[in-house]
């Protein structure tokens, strides 16, 4: 499973990191590196009065991030509609029954 994983370097917030990854996800790696540079320099922009360390900057950004992604989880959170399609075929097995 290991020969399956490459070593890659992202840079993020003025360091290197180096991160073992599975050759397919390597794109999705560079991409989420990417987008939290991206929104370093956002942070960076707004808050260029002020003395916000880049320590603080990628804080942020994890803060941002971590609400999109429970978001999603939200969003994506099917266990209502499972329980309600759940519910409406026992509905119709039940009148399906009484009907014979």
């Known amino acids: 499973m290991d020969d399956d994983k490459i070593l890659i370097n992202l840079d993020i917030g003025d ?4 991160l073992r990854v599975l050759l397919s996800e390597e794109s999705l790696a560079r ?9 370093i320099v956002q942070y960076r922009q ?9 320590k603080d900057l990628v804080s942020m950004v994890a803060i941002q991030l971590s609400i999109e992604n429970l978001r999603l989880e939200d969003k994506n959170d099917t266990d209502p509609f499972v329980d309600k399609i759940q519910q409406l075929t026992d509905e ?3 009148y399906l029954k009484e009907g014979k």
């Open 15 to 18: 360091k290197h990191y180096p």
């Open 31 to 39: 991409e989420g590196a990417k987008q939290i540079r991206n929104k």
């Open 46 to 54: 707004q808050y260029m009065k002020a003395d916000v360390n880049t």
């Open 92 to 94: 119709i097995e039940l």
